[in-house]
């Protein structure tokens, strides 16, 4: 049967149908955009919303109607509710619990299994009490964070600083399943001004780096805001621990804390990795060592039971560093 032929059966009410060639007028009716209404939001529009989204007539179309499917009302609505949890897992470990990624071979699994960095986690739970300020930058999924709020506890305050979004969420789960509301997720990278860095990513971790000068790149690069914490932090909190991982970024990440660290004093927990960070921060280890020591502080590596050993200055760091055979050790800074 002929297009002709099928439309002159049809009802009287149906609407024109395509051409022979079957391409349609590519602008949009005020029709176009009531039926984007009813179809997409599932409703009428008011009277006060409908003079703003008729002055659309003579707009593509497809840009209309992807305006409409890629609104909130629309999402709200769950017709393409997809499952974004399917490969997480809520793991319960000593004192609280926390969302990973059952593949992420670089910290879920060894968070589920209650491996994680047992030299560090045994120094914070050595060093932190209830009521402290704890910052922990370079966050991840958010491992030391939730452990920080257990041992703090309500009276105390976590600001757990991750640029990786799917990171930043996992951490913004793991504090409502816990109900730690003394928890502040900042979804930010940590550094000396305000601007905007390229996210580097591989499983949870991740590094950053300046955007290039090539436009195209640029384009197709995933870009997180750069901001100095001394900048966001709320001007009175006070800050007992920092704990800063960063993959070679600490030093430029502690410079934008040195309003706070001149004020509180805090104790710091950074890891110093020689190979990443002279391409990164731009100083070496031993030159990142000797800025924290200026700044009044004493240094010294955390043991594999998690103790602080005996202070050192930077040469004993990195002879303690190359007898190790790893790519980084921890140390702990306390104020003199």
């Known amino acids: 049967m002929s297009a002709m032929a099928w439309r002159r059966k049809s009802p009287a009410n149906w609407p024109p149908f395509a051409d022979r ?19 997409i939001l599932g409703r009428l529009p008011n009277a006060e919303e409908w ?31 997809t499952d974004h949890m399917r490969d997480l897992v809520l793991a319960a470990l000593p004192g609280f619990q926390i969302y990973l990624a059952a593949d992420d071979a670089a910290v879920g699994r060894h968070v589920r299994d209650d491996n994680y960095e047992r030299d560090v986690t045994a120094a914070v739970r050595r060093l932190l009490r209830p009521g402290m ?64 860095l390229v996210l580097h990513r591989s499983h949870s971790n991740g590094t950053t780096s300046p955007l290039t000068d090539d436009l195209n790149a640029m384009f ?35 410079q934008g804390c040195e309003r706070t660290i001149a004020r509180w004093r805090p104790i710091i ?36 039971d998690g103790a602080c050993g ?9 002879k303690q560093y190359r007898s190790r055979g790893v790519d980084h050790v921890d140390i702990v800074a306390q104020p003199v």
């Open 21 to 39: 060639s079957g391409r349609f007028e590519p602008r949009a009716t005020a029709d176009d955009i009531f039926h984007c209404f009813r179809l």
């Open 51 to 81: 003079r703003g989204h008729a002055a659309q007539v003579g707009e593509e179309l497809d840009g209309i109607v992807a305006s409409y499917v890629n609104s909130l009302e629309f999402g709200n609505r769950g017709l393409q509710r």
């Open 133 to 196: 300020g704890v910052v922990d930058l370079g966050a991840n999924i958010g491992y030391f964070s939730m452990l920080s709020a257990a041992l703090v506890g309500p009276a105390g305050r976590v600001f757990a600083v991750e640029p990786n979004p799917r990171n930043a969420r996992m951490i913004e789960a793991s504090r409502r399943a816990n109900g730690f509301a003394n928890v502040l997720v900042m979804q930010i990278a940590a550094g000396v001004q305000a601007g905007l």
């Open 220 to 254: 197709g690069a995933e870009t997180v805001p750069c901001l100095p914490v001394d900048a966001v932090l709320p001007p009175d909190q006070r800050i007992d621990f920092i704990k800063v991982d960063v993959e070679g970024a600490e030093y430029l990440a502690l």
């Open 269 to 304: 927990i950074s890891e110093v990795s020689p190979g990443l960070m002279p391409g990164i921060s731009g100083i070496d280890a031993p030159g990142y060592l000797t800025w924290l020591l200026r700044h009044g502080y004493t240094v010294s590596v955390i043991q594999p």
């Open 310 to 318: 005996p202070a050192s200055d930077a040469e004993n760091v990195m």
